[in-house]
Structures are given as structure tokens and as C-alpha cells.
């Protein structure tokens, strides 16, 4: 439950005087302690409020949900589930419990459940924004884009400046590869709520430009995003690939190496800076950078990489040798073929050449790559 909501359920309760010897004062002043102990992450001393409510009235809903909201709160999602279904069986439609059991679900990644609880909740307050943008969100989870869609729409038309809103359509159209409308979204929610430019959507703007391969445009953004956050990882990477894409290797090493500073161990980043001082002529400082990826554990870029090394020193010989083992263990992978009958090719052995293309096309595989350069040597 939400601070507000916190708020509102401690204001709200009035407890009935029954005749059976309780103390609805002291109920009313636990049930207002427990959520303020949950709003202070107080967590075992707000449990213990609830507790001692239950005791005086088994089924109080308030204290029911807060014991719901006590364990969603420690990611307890299972223990909270049986907590909200106590107070629905008790109190039904309570939209307290309803809301806490749709979250989670949700944090469960059982979208279905999810949605449908929230949408119980809407007949009862179907202009409530932030079930309306949770709904949306579980929809575009399970990839029903239409739907999705619809609901997102509908919380723009009540509120045009809605940040969750906006930031989820990106996203629907980003997770459908409709980067153009993604870039969209994003920028109308940078430019409706600028003052509070969330890094998350500067990112996800420079990556929708690094999809459409608007390297130069997506620069800016990423940029904003490290004057936020220097060490974002998002952001290093983004403009890393960018510069990696306007073939300004020079630049692009600069921030592989600001990742490596806080993560030398990571492969992936090893073989891009490997890559990226091997496209820039730099072999040397691009073979030891391999082999700290390879020393780490097999990666196929980097062998890739120390391979077309050798080619690029016109170690042609070693180069075949180590793109023909790449091969017996990557049989799919159409860019080593291309390598290795490039490599054949610059030692005359033309009829290899057409062997290895063709051997890729033997295993029932098309690729258009392939294709045209059978058609420029056969």
C-alpha cells in the first residue's frame, strides 16, 4: 500500500463500539501505529501492531492489509497473497486488498492474475490512473500490444502529462521494434515534464536512436544522462556503441574503458574495447584486451577478434587456422564463413573460397551476405 494509502486507511478507520468488551480506541490508535511503523520501514514493529489488532478482531481489514503490505514490503509476495485473500474473503471488493494482491501478482510475473484483480478494482473507481497505467503495464507484459495501448491512451486523455503513461507507450512500441514511435513518447514526456528528466527515459531515447542508427542524434541524450549519473552504465555503453556506429573509434574506447574502471571483468565490454582499438589499427592493445576476455572464459568475439588480427597483419595462414576451428563450433555463424573465404581469397585459393560459402548454404541456411559474395567470385 502507498504512503497515501497508508495515510488514508489510518485516517478513515472508525471502529464500531459492539458491546463484547473491546477496545476500539486501542484497535483505532494500533491500527494508526502499524501504518506509520510501515511508512518508517519499521517493518517487525508494524507487524506487531497488526498482530495484536487481530487478536481483538480476527478479521479486521485493516490490520489484514497491513500485514498484506508488511510482507509485500520485505518482497514476501506469497505470505502478503495470503493476507489480502483473508481480508477479500472477510470483506469483499475491498480495494486495499485488491490493490496489494494485483501488485502482487504482478512482482510474481503472473500478469493474468494481475490483471484481472485490478481490473475488479476499476468497476469500482475506473478512472483511478494508477490501476489504469498498472493494467497497461501488465498488458504490455504479455506482449498484447492493442490493449496496451488503448489503456495508456485512455490515461493521457485524463491527464496529458501522465509520466507513466507517456514512458510505457515508449516502451510498448520499443518492446515491438517501433522505434519511431517509441522515440515519440519518450521525447513528449522529456518535453512535458522536463524539470524532471528521469535518466531511464534519456537512455531509452538514445537507444532508440542507436536502433534507428541516428548515432549522432542519440549522442546528446546519453550525454545528459551521465551529467546526472558519470558512472551510469546505460549511458557509458550507449555512447560507447555510438561512437562505435560514427566509426569515431577514438571516442567510443574512451567510454568502453570508463565501464571497464568499475567493471574490469566484464567480457562483453573487453571484446568491444578489443574491437574498437582493433578497428582503429591499434592490434597490439587489441590482442591483450582479447585475451582478458578469453582468460575470463571462451568468447567467441573475442576469438573472432584475435583471428582478424592476424588477418589484418597478413598472418593469413594462422587467420584460417583459427576461423576453421571457430567454425566447427559456431556452424551458424555466417560471419566467420565470410572471414575465412576473404582469408582464402587473399592467399589465391579462390576454389576454397567458393567451398566455404557453400558449405554454409549445404546446412539449408540463407543469408544475403553470403550470397553476394558467391556471386562476386564464382
Keep these: 500500500m502507498t504512503d497515501t494509502l497508508a495515510k488514508d ?5 472508525v471502529p464500531a463500539a459492539d458491546g ?19 511508512k518508517e520501514n519499521r517493518i517487525a514493529e508494524a507487524k506487531d501492531a497488526f498482530s495484536r489488532i487481530l487478536v481483538m478482531e480476527a478479521d479486521n481489514n485493516y490490520a489484514l492489509v497491513g500485514l498484506g503490505d508488511s510482507e509485500r514490503k520485505q518482497n514476501r509476495f506469497r505470505e502478503a497473497i495470503t493476507y489480502y485473500q483473508q481480508c477479500l474473503d472477510a470483506h469483499h471488493g475491498n480495494n486495499y486488498a485488491l490493490f496489494g494482491l494485483a501488485d502482487c501478482y504482478k512482482a510474481l510475473n503472473q500478469y493474468d492474475k494481475a490483471i484481472a484483480i485490478w481490473e475488479q478494482y476499476l468497476t469500482h473507481d475506473n478512472r483511478n490512473v494508477t490501476v489504469l497505467t498498472r493494467v497497461a503495464d501488465a498488458y504490455r507484459k ?26 510505457g507507450l515508449g516502451h510498448l512500441h520499443y518492446d515491438f521494434k517501433e522505434y519511431k514511435d517509441a522515440l515519440y513518447y519518450w521525447t513528449q514526456m522529456l518535453e ?7 535518466i531511464r527515459v534519456l537512455t ?13 542524434q542519440g549522442v546528446p541524450y546519453f550525454e545528459r544522462a551521465l551529467d546526472i549519473d558519470p558512472n551510469n552504465f546505460y549511458a557509458l555503453f550507449g555512447l560507447a556503441d555510438c561512437y562505435r556506429g560514427m566509426n569515431q573509434q577514438y571516442r567510443s574506447v574512451e567510454y568502453w574503458n570508463r565501464i571497464l574502471e ?31 576476455a578469453m582468460d575470463i572464459d571462451f568468447d567467441i568475439y573475442a576469438a573472432l577478434g584475435l583471428a582478424l588480427i592476424c588477418k589484418g597483419e597478413g598472418k593469413y595462414d594462422e587467420a584460417i587456422e583459427r576461423l576453421t576451428a571457430l ?20 592467399v589465391d585459393k579462390r576454389y576454397e573460397a567458393i567451398e566455404t560459402l557453400q558449405a554454409f548454404r549445404r546446412q539449408g541456411l540463407r543469408n544475403q551476405a553470403i550470397n553476394d559474395m558467391l556471386e562476386s567470385i564464382a
Excluded: W
Design 142 to 167: 504479455i506482449r498484447d500490444f492493442k490493449k496496451s495501448k488503448e489503456l495508456y491512451l485512455h490515461v493521457l486523455d485524463m491527464e496529458s502529462r501522465n509520466a507513466y503513461a507517456l514512458i
Design 9 to 13: 486507511t489510518a485516517s478513515r478507520f
Design 204 to 216: 531509452s531515447i538514445g537507444n532508440c536512436h542507436r536502433k534507428l542508427k541516428t548515432f549522432d
Design 20 to 38: 463484547t468488551g473491546r477496545q476500539p480506541n486501542d484497535i483505532a490508535e494500533l491500527s494508526k501505529r502499524g501504518y506509520q511503523l510501515l
Design 192 to 198: 512535458r515534464n522536463d524539470s524532471t528528466a528521469d
Design 327 to 346: 567454425i566447427r563450433d559456431d556452424k551458424k555463424n555466417y560471419r566467420l564463413y565470410i572471414d575465412l573465404a576473404d582469408c582464402y581469397l587473399k
Design 262 to 292: 568499475s567493471d574490469p571483468k566484464n567480457k562483453v565490454i573487453l571484446t568491444r574495447a578489443g574491437d574498437a582499438y582493433r578497428n582503429g589499427g591499434d592490434f597490439k592493445t587489441a590482442a591483450a584486451y582479447y585475451n582478458k
